[in-house]
């Protein structure tokens, strides 16, 4: 299986401050990447496809890089609804399987 | 709209099994794959397998294989996913999830379910 490792597990950052969280394939996954955003008590929210497509809906401070095994998740400047959990997803192989989340937390 | 809506939470007692239902609405049925998504309280996202609503056909997680039970009626425009031999550890949310483009199985995860609470317990 292909494992996710996301870095950091969690984060504390301030409303408007610019936040990277990153994510590292355990092999090359190409461009078949995906970011999820959990609120509490929520289901999963698909923010960014294909590494680095913005899904429709989503803010353009959303932003997403990388391929291969390397790819990150930035978000320019932290809005209060955006502290969340963050999940990364490959989609090259099965089984899918996800990072263990970066939980973004209000300084 | 796209809307997917699962069947109540459940309580079940450790070795019994549980069906959880997805009714889909607002878009083809047939045309996008559907996947169960597990998370346990306090945990992470764990795929369990997809089903092509078209042709019945199914993907498993090897964790579940043999335990898991992934099905449809067409008909009716629903998924069902059935877990056997519940375990403690077994207790979770769990999520059916449309994907974004139809026809593709490795498309990204884009319309959830609400999910369903499943608790295992004595």
């Known amino acids: 299986d292909i494992q996710m490792t996301q870095s950091p597990s969690s984060l504390s950052a301030s409303v408007g401050d610019r936040v990277t969280i990153t994510c590292r394939a355990s092999?090359?996954?190409?461009?078949?990447l995906n970011w999820y955003q959990q609120r509490p008590g929520k289901a999963p929210k698909l923010l960014i496809y294909?590494?680095?497509s913005l899904q429709s809906g989503v803010p353009s401070r959303f932003s997403g890089s990388g391929s291969g095994t390397d790819f990150t998740l930035t978000i320019s400047s932290l809005q209060p609804e955006d502290f969340a959990t963050y999940y990364c997803?490959?989609?090259?192989?099965?089984?899918?399987?996800f990072g263990q989340g970066t939980r973004l937390e209000i300084k | 709209q796209v809307q997917l809506v699962q069947s109540g939470a459940e309580l079940k007692k450790p070795g019994a099994s549980v069906k959880v239902s997805c009714k889909a609405s607002?878009?083809?049925?047939?045309?996008?794959?559907m996947h169960w998504v597990r998370q346990a309280p306090g945990q992470g996202l764990e795929w369990m397998g997809r089903?092509?609503?078209?042709?019945?056909?199914?993907n498993y997680a090897q964790k579940f294989q043999g335990r898991v039970t992934m099905t449809r009626d067409t008909s009716i425009r629903t998924a069902y996913m059935e877990l056997s031999r519940l375990r403690s550890d077994d207790t979770a949310v769990y999520y059916c999830?449309?994907?974004?483009?139809?026809?593709?199985?490795?498309?990204?995860?884009?319309?959830w379910g609400q999910g369903t609470l499943v608790t295992v317990s004595s």
């Open positions: 999830v449309r994907v974004r483009s139809e026809y593709n199985s490795g498309s990204p995860l884009d319309y």
């Open positions: 607002g878009y083809t049925f047939s045309d996008y794959y």
């Open positions: 089903i092509n609503p078209n042709s019945g056909d199914t």
């Open positions: 092999q090359s996954i190409s461009s078949y």
């Open positions: 294909a590494a680095s």
């Open positions: 997803q490959q989609s090259y192989r099965n089984p899918i399987t």
